[in-house]
Nanobody, 116 residues
Framework: QVQLVESGGGLVQPGGSLRLSCAASGFTFANYGISWYRQAPGKEREFVATVTPLGGAMYNVAVKDRFAISRDNAKSTVYLQMGALRPEDTAVYYC??????????WGAGTLVTVSS
């Protein structure tokens, strides 16, 4: 079955960095784009970044120039390198894949807390 497992979250000070990982299984990873979303307390889930099958990237304007998404097809893993973190980046971060037919799959999320 399709599984997405996020890891790498934690507590970081403002201005710090973290790298999140999303390990995927149960589908042909190299054929699909993978996205990161986040949900802050009391807010709607929002798009963060996506990486296409060929490695192209798109970003939410709020994170562009601070975050970088990448993929390793040999490891079926997508990464989100986050830098210059701000308190407003505090959220649960989820990865997502939408397979043929439009069915979306989500991981359980990893919590990122940016605080001094």
């Amino acid at each position: 079955q399709v599984q997405l497992v996020e890891s790498g979250g934690g507590l970081v000070q403002p201005g710090g960095s973290l790298r999140l990982s999303c390990a995927a299984s149960g589908f042909t990873f190299a054929n699909y784009g993978i996205s990161w979303y986040r949900q802050a307390p009391g807010k709607e889930r929002e798009f963060v970044a996506t990486v296409t099958p060929l490695g192209g990237a798109m970003y939410n304007v709020a994170v562009k120039d601070r975050f970088a998404i990448s993929r390793d097809n040999a490891k079926s893993t997508v990464y989100l390198q986050m830098g210059a973190l701000r308190p407003e980046d505090t959220a649960v971060y989820y990865c997502d894949v939408e397979l043929d037919g439009g069915t979306a799959y989500w991981g359980a999320g990893t919590l990122v807390t940016v605080s001094s």
